[in-house]
């Protein structure tokens, strides 16, 4: 999988960075002015989703392509909503992507002090959602961080 931050690409693969495990791929690197808002003491700023997290999106959304799955990093770099969320250290992002129109919703834990020295911000979830349920939150939730 490829993932384009600005003009960088990152390729998805298994890497062993940081101490990271085989079976964890690195998405991108977190923007600590965004994600301060959720976690003021961020430990680390790189992002990881594992196999494991991978396979439960394909099986348990399985309306979320291959193309979409490419652009988790835009998600996490240029998110247009951060939402609070009941779960602590979580980030609940929610982006319009402008290639198909629809809107969509990332779970991140983001990795905090309290946290095991190997823990790293992980990608938790990733799925659409319907434009009322979109409003719904927009409506409902407090909005931690909004794209100017």
Avoid: W
């Amino acid at each position: 999988m490829r993932y384009t931050k600005g003009q960088q690409h990152v390729i998805l693969k298994p890497l062993n960075k940081n101490g990271v495990k085989q079976d964890v791929n690195f998405i991108c690197d977190l923007d600590p002015e965004i994600y301060g808002r959720i976690v003021p003491s961020i430990q680390t700023l790189h992002v990881i989703v594992t196999d494991k997290q991978l396979e439960h999106i394909k099986e348990r959304h399985p309306d979320i392509s291959e193309t979409v799955m490419e652009r988790l990093a835009e998600v996490i770099l240029s998110p247009d909503y951060i939402i609070e969320t009941e779960m602590p250290n979580t980030a609940n992002i929610l982006k319009r992507l402008e290639f198909n129109g629809k809107n969509y919703q990332l779970v991140l834990r983001i990795r905090t002090e309290c946290d095991p020295q190997e823990f790293q911000n992980s990608i938790i979830t990733f799925m659409s959602v319907n434009e009322k349920r979109y409003r719904q939150y927009l409506r409902n939730r407090k909005i931690l961080y909004k794209h100017e």
